[in-house]
């Protein structure tokens, strides 16, 4: 994953209202559409949970430094509680309990039956060796276990902004040597490398569910047709801000599906090309050159904020929070927004957006597809079993036996090579990552239908009734424990 710390409109929070704020501010407008008693509601809101830690780092120099870590859980009424933790400066208790708070919304959202977290380490990766990483990561780890905020049915983390699998491993790894309930243990983190327990399909799938959610938004033409657009993926110009895992993987199923990449940005700015950027090749220039900068044939842009205001058809926000606020957002010339990263677009701009008749896909809905394999990996190591093991090759020789059959039936005539051909095109078993894969669709697919349906009802936007659908399936759970005596 890029550790790259993208720009990050500090002045949109820094406005007055922080990050926890504006997400509860979404979550106030949506309550307004439910009837359930405000202590309820109240209850849904508030952040559970937040342990603030400070601990020592011997430096390779052999110098110590104190570094600031945190992890919030925000709702226990589903247990285990889930979410990423991020390596970034910004990194500050507000931030992990605003995204902590997103995670118990999207979850509920895709139907994941967890509650939210989130933990950050307040650190710019790139100032710090690897084998430095590894002894934050570990103590990090360690000072989760001491305080039961890590494990497989308390809390179970996952990547985020500026980590990836390799500090997964590592968690793992630590959380093994303490735990005194080994069997289970690899289920206390998620985006683990494959070798580690980690499933097929999880490092792209924030990307690819981002890809799943726009596509079925592009798919319904009464939608498209209030844009002014066609229907469908293929031909639409795309704008991705940010390449790191989410905005890279979701550029290239976008490329892949049809569409044309006009413009991107990295830390050291963005690009622009009317006429189309090849993601590859893109790439290619960065290793080579080590920039985005002076690609052949594009523009570069005075500043890498400059890529959210570009002419294009959808705009991707793939890095940090708060990029899209009040002061920029009537200048946001995509007809869709959708936010791969996590709150892109503040309270106050997504009011402007709306007004502007934009559709803003949420980030509580459209980037849930980590969530989503992360949960198909979590029951991948309580079950110890590959997804498909048992039934793939029952499947291949069931379809087999199928064709067959229809072969006879239908008196085909075929050569024994062209009928193993066929067999070897169809009689295909489902591996882990077509497991994952279809399993995410579904998920992206059935979800963005049932937000839809609720936006349609109460004549609201999409983020709203995202909320509604969360507040309504969270309300559902805590009455049905009966904590209200
Ligand atoms: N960090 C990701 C998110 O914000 C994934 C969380 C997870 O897989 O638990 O959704």
């Known amino acids: 994953m890029s550790s790259a ?45 937040v342990y603030h830690m400070e ?28 979410g990423g933790i991020r390596y970034a400066i ?40 690897e084998a430095e990483l590894e002894r934050i990561t570990r103590r990090y780890t360690f000072e989760l276990t001491r305080k039961n905020f890590i494990g497989p049915g308390v809390d179970v983390p996952a990547p985020d902004y500026g980590t990836g699998p390799q500090e997964m491993a590592w968690i793992l790894d630590t959380y093994n040597q303490l735990t005194s309930y080994p069997l289970d243990a690899l289920a206390c983190v998620t985006g683990k490398p494959v070798g580690q327990g980690g499933v097929r399909g999880r490092t792209e799938a924030t990307g690819l569910g981002t890809f799943f959610g726009v596509r079925e938004a592009c798919n319904n033409a009464a939608d498209m047709q209030k844009l002014g657009l066609e229907t469908g993926i293929e031909g639409k110009t795309v704008v991705v801000q940010g390449l790191g895992n989410v905005g890279y993987h979701a550029a290239k199923y976008f490329e892949e599906g049809g569409a044309v990449l006009v413009g991107v940005s990295e830390i050291e700015g963005a690009i622009y090309d009317p006429n189309g950027l090849t993601l590859q090749k893109v790439l290619d220039h960065r290793k080579e050159t080590g920039s985005i900068l002076d690609y052949p044939g594009a523009q570069n842009l005075a500043t890498g904020t400059d890529v959210l205001e570009l002419p294009c058809d959808i705009l991707i926000p793939a890095a940090l929070e708060g990029v899209i606020t009040r002061e ?30 934009v559709l803003v896909i949420p980030d509580v809905y459209l980037n849930a597809g980590g969530v989503t394999v992360s949960y198909f990996e979590w029951l991948r190591n309580l079950s110890h079993v590959r997804h498909g093991r048992m039934s793939k090759r029952f499947e291949a020789k069931s379809a087999e036996r199928i064709l067959s059959a229809v072969t006879k039936m239908t008196d085909t005539e075929m050569e024994q090579d062209e009928f193993s051909r066929l067999v070897a095109d169809v009689a295909v078993g489902a591996s882990e990552q077509d497991l994952v894969n279809s399993g995410l669709e579904d998920t992206m697919s059935y979800a963005y239908n049932e937000i839809r349906e609720i936006a349609r009802t109460h004549d609201t936007d999409m983020r709203t009734a995202a909320f509604v659908d969360a507040i309504n399936k969270i309300a559902v759970s805590y009455l049905q424990m009966g904590i209200f005596p």
């Not at 957002?329 to 869709?336: L, W």
């Open 5 to 49: 710390t993208l720009f990050k409109d500090d002045a949109a929070i820094a406005s007055g209202e922080h990050f926890f704020e504006q997400v509860n501010r979404m979550f106030d407008k949506a309550a307004r559409f439910t009837d359930h008693p405000q202590g309820l509601l109240n209850q849904i809101k508030i952040c559970n949970s």
């Open 55 to 82: 601990f020592p780092v011997k430096r390779d120099d052999g110098s110590i430094e104190v570094v600031q870590a945190f992890r919030a859980e925000h709702s226990q009424h589903k247990s285990p509680t889930k």
């Open 90 to 129: 910004n990194v500050s208790e507000d931030e992990v309990m605003a995204l902590a708070a997103l995670m118990t919304y999207k979850c509920a959202v895709v139907d994941v039956p967890f509650g939210g977290a989130k933990g950050g380490i307040k650190i710019n990766r790139n100032e710090w060796s």
């Open 328 to 357: 920029n957002a009537p200048r946001v010339q995509a007809k869709i927004v959708g936010e791969a990263a996590n709150g892109p677009v503040t309270a106050d701009a997504d009011e402007i957006l709306n007004e502007r008749g």
